[in-house]
Nanobody, 126 residues
């Protein structure tokens, strides 16, 4: 069992930046591929970005490429999402999630993720 706790959400103006963090409860954090999902009101949850166990490989959905950066610090059991040039359409609840996977594989489907955080709200005003 892995518990995930997100933080760093908030209200920001368009063009601004936020950094989300996700702290995992277990020292075996490095055993999991990680991802950030988001869900906007009335929309399905979507994978925003994912990262492999070592951090070597990453995935980004097209709408955030060049603006968002995922990273992880396995020594601190922490996952990060740096969000720059935020747009109103980025407004959503953001969730971190963990998947059991091989070393450099990036989990790209929601059903691959076994553990989820409670979510943190990101609101971008125009």
């Amino acid at each position: 069992q892995v518990q995930l706790v997100e933080s760093g959400g908030g209200l920001v103006q368009a063009g601004g930046s936020l950094r989300l963090s996700c702290v995992a409860s277990r020292r075996t954090f490095s055993s999991y591929g990680m991802g950030w999902f988001r869900q906007a009101p009335g929309k399905e949850r979507e994978l925003v970005t994912g990262i492999s166990r070592t951090g070597r490989n990453t995935y980004y959905t097209d709408s955030v490429k060049g603006r968002f950066t995922i990273s992880r610090d396995n020594a601190k059991n922490t996952l990060y999402l740096q969000m720059n040039s935020l747009k109103p359409e980025d407004t959503a609840v953001y969730y971190c999630a963990a998947c059991s996977t091989a070393w450099e594989y990036v989990c790209s489907r929601e059903r691959q993720y076994d553990y989820w955080g409670q979510g943190t709200q990101v609101t971008v005003s125009s």
